[in-house]
């Protein structure tokens, strides 16, 4: 399942600051979103795509609210550097499985580049076969029990943005380009070296230093229809020592995601973004029906799939 899920959501968000008005002070959003998850068993062999075999695989939904402190920081009387600022941004998400704040600080020294750094903390539990909190143990994932262990992510980061409209004029001129490096350490507190572990129902994860490399291409249109486009996501971990007695089998894998969505905008404080995604996760040389067997596997190529249906409601205060 995706990494994050609702990646194309919060890489939007940053894009559709390229056509923001200029603010000061506090705003605020709240955003809502939700995934349905389309069923597709797993097939042993080399690299190859798996075809649905039935509809529903499960659904997961979250709530987040955003408060953004914008701070002008002009560094010179130039276009380019007038308008720089830094965005002082908290968050609250809970979903049914897990709660954490997350606290970031964005700094745009140029319209077309942004430096982000941040954290969060959070917990979880386990209801009705989701797993929102476990971690992998004796061939199983197993609850923990919420507040006694926390999931924590901390990040830095780096986005080149560009409009094509910034150059030819006219409100039909604007082709949008980004592309984001991102270096995180996630875990789990109190997980021995090499345990995997699940987070907001995806398993698989495991304590460490990884790398995620996310690009937009986009057509923002003056419709209700307000911008399609094409959304890529690479991610994975810099060394196989993070998997312990696993690594040689199981050992890194780069996942890829890839999207495609549609942005509808009711007025200026309501949107609605419409995706679908497609990706990939590791094939196995020997059949199995659940992840939790995939530990005890030998990896043998890439198998790709189609995910899940994407729905992201924003409203702005």
């Given at each position: 399942?995706v ?7 919060s890489?939007?968000a ?19 979103d ?39 920081t002009p ?26 704040p997350?606290?970031?600080i ?7 580049l942004?430096f ?14 989701f797993?929102?909190f476990c ?21 830095v980061?780096a ?36 345990q ?32 399609i ?19 040689s ?9 890839l999207?495609v ?28 029906k ?7 596997l ?20």
């Open positions: 399942m990494k994050n899920l609702f990646f194309v959501c890489i939007l940053l894009s559709n600051s390229i056509f923001a008005e200029e603010t000061k002070g506090f705003s605020y959003s709240l955003k809502v939700g995934a349905y998850y389309i069923e597709s068993d797993y097939q042993k062999g080399k690299s190859h795509f798996a075809e649905p075999t039935g509809p529903y695989d499960g659904v997961l939904a979250r709530g987040t609210l955003n408060a953004t402190y914008t701070l002008p560094l010179g009387q130039s276009e380019l550097l007038s308008e720089a600022n830094v965005e002082f941004k908290g968050s609250l998400e809970i979903s049914p499985l897990t709660i954490r997350i606290f970031s964005d700094f745009t020294p140029l319209p077309f942004v982000e750094v941040g954290s969060s903390i959070g917990t979880g539990w386990n209801m009705l076969g797993e929102g971690k992998y143990k004796n061939g199983d994932y197993r609850d923990i029990t919420p507040f006694t262990q926390y999931y924590h992510n901390h990040w980061n986005t080149l943005q560009f409009d094509f409209g910034e150059i030819f004029e006219g409100d039909w001129n604007h082709v949008i380009m980004m592309a984001t490096y991102e270096m995180f350490y996630q875990g789990i507190t109190g997980l021995d070296k090499g995997l572990w699940a987070w907001q129902n995806t398993d698989g994860y495991i304590n460490g230093l990884g790398y995620d490399i996310y690009t937009v291409l986009a057509y923002k249109m003056p419709l209700f229809v307000d911008m486009g094409f959304t890529a996501d690479f991610y994975g971990q810099y060394s196989s020592k993070d998997y312990g007695d696993i690594a089998t199981y050992g890194k894998f780069m996942t890829i995601e999207s969505f549609a942005e509808l905008a009711f007025n200026k404080t309501n949107s609605l973004i419409i995706g679908a995604y497609v990706s990939s996760r590791r094939s196995f040389a020997t059949d199995h659940e992840s939790k067997e995939e530990p005890y030998v990896k043998s190529g890439r198998e790709w799939f189609f995910d899940c249906l994407l729905l992201s409601w924003e409203h702005k205060f």
